[in-house]
T-cell receptor, first 114, second 115 residues
Framework: KNQVEQSPQSLIILEGKNCTLQ??????????LRWYKQDTGRGPVSLTI?????NTKSNGRYTATLDADTKQSSLHITASQLSDSASYIC?????????????FGRGTSLIVHP | DGGITQSPKYLFRKEGQNVTLSCEQN?????MYWYRQDPGQGLRLIYY???????QKGDIAEGYSVSREKKESFPLTVTSAQKNPTAFYLC??????????????FGSGTRLTVV
């Protein structure tokens, strides 16, 4: 069964600090991995996408890494801001199946304090 | 602006009532999806549609129904058979031509509460 596990479940940091969120998956065959940011009461918004051959992808202060051999990904947030407070969801899509229905992680809830 | 619109943002349902959640997109996407989100859980797929007049059940379809009469619209009905409907419902669409790499565009969600 395809699974996506995220850690930690929740995280509290001070404004200006860095943090790293983890994602482990068992989706196979693998196509791509996305990180989404979901503000409270809103729909998720895509931050990064990585395919099998990509090791790292940046989007401003967000940097995602992928190790397809160990099936692990991380999302690093640099110089955190109050607006980074949100849930971060790891989503892995299969390469086949026609409908390409992805598997969602449960998310990491990040709170940034001033 | 292209996007996906869900309405209403908040919805209250009485016991035994059916309610319909609206989802409209102007992105010209063929595929549309309904997900349910509960606290501490990942998004769970209710129904999806890849083409007009066709749809498939997801992992938790029981107690829900959908229709896809137009490409732009994919309404979700929460029936009285759904025993625990209180949740945050997300609609999404996707460009099928992008294949596996195409990501979802999500609506802003509808929060349904049973009163």
């Amino acid at each position: 069964k395809n699974q996506v596990e995220q850690s930690p479940q929740s995280l509290i940091i001070l404004e200006g600090k860095n943090c790293t969120l983890q994602c482990n998956y068992t989706v196979s065959p693998f196509s791509n991995l996305r990180w989404y940011k979901q503000d409270t009461g809103r729909g998720p918004v895509s931050l990064t996408i990585m395919t099998f051959s990509e090791n790292t992808k940046s989007n401003g202060r967000y940097t995602a890494t992928l190790d397809a051999d160990t099936k692990q990904s991380s999302l690093h947030i640099t110089a955190s801001q109050l607006s980074d407070s949100a849930s971060y969801i790891c989503v892995v899509s299969p390469r086949s199946g026609g409908s390409y229905i992805p598997t969602f992680g449960r998310g990491t809830s990040l709170i940034v304090h001033p | 602006d292209g996007g996906i619109t869900q309405s209403p943002k908040y919805l209250f349902r009485k016991e035994g009532q059916n309610v319909t959640l609206s989802c409209e997109q102007n992105l010209n996407h063929d595929a549309m999806y309904w997900y349910r989100q509960d606290p501490g859980q990942g998004l769970r797929l209710i129904y999806y549609s890849q083409i007009v007049n066709d749809f498939q059940k997801g992992d938790i379809a029981e107690g829900y129904s959908v229709s896809r009469e137009k490409k732009e619209s994919f309404p979700l009905t929460v029936t009285s058979a759904q025993k625990n409907p209180t949740a945050f419902y997300l609609c999404a669409s996707r460009d099928q031509l992008t294949g596996a790499t195409g990501g979802y565009t999500f609506g802003s969600g509808t929060r349904l509460t049973v009163v």
